[in-house]
């Protein structure tokens, strides 16, 4: 909702990729998180490989 709310998309490609933007530079990336101890799902990802591989 917070990216999508008041924004008109003419198609669904259009609102896709306006999504795909969101979660993949901003929400992934630089979005932190309470419940993964206020850390972005990236920084997750990260340590989770780093620890695992």
Do not use: Q
Request: charged share 35%; proline share 2%.
């Amino acid at each position: 909702m917070e990216e999508t709310n008041r924004k008109h998309y003419k198609t669904r490609e259009e609102l896709r990729l306006d999504l795909f933007s969101y979660i993949d530079g901003y929400y992934n990336s630089k979005r932190i998180h309470s419940s993964i101890g206020y850390k972005t799902p990236n920084e997750i990802e990260k340590e989770f490989f780093m620890n695992n591989c």
